[in-house]
């Protein structure tokens, strides 16, 4: 009968951890709403300060939203999820802004178009077709 309890509590042991790795470290629940999402959707790009960014993939994206997360280096990132025509076709994209913790500014992030990440000059020439819309 020992070893039995020995044995339930081998398995019990790994089981707890396991559950506290995935409480901390699981899915999160997006955050759609915060003072960095609103800072990213009112500010504009340098070749177009008369348009804000929520107005640009607003009337450029037929659909879309606004996620804020941090990185594990304590970054902010604000991302935009929408669906955008990029070449005519319709196309899945991830836009990522990375946000000073004072918000006095951003750098852009990565870009993901239909899930494949996009060089540093393309990302820039679609930024630019959005606001130029």
Known sequence: MQNVSK???LWIVPIIILAIFWYFYGPQKEITDN???SYIKQSSIETSPNINLENAFGNYCAEG???F???????NVVEFKGECPVNGDANSVNLQFV???DQKGYKLGALLLNGEQQSAE???DFLNMVVSK
Do not use: A
């Not at 997360?69 to 970054?75: L, N, P, W």
């Open 99 to 101: 946000v000073e913790d």
């Open 65 to 67: 939203k606004w996620v």
């Open 69 to 75: 997360f941090k990185t594990q280096k304590d970054h």
């Open 122 to 124: 393309q990302r820039e």
């Open 7 to 9: 044995r339930t509590i």
């Open 35 to 37: 003072e960095y999402i």
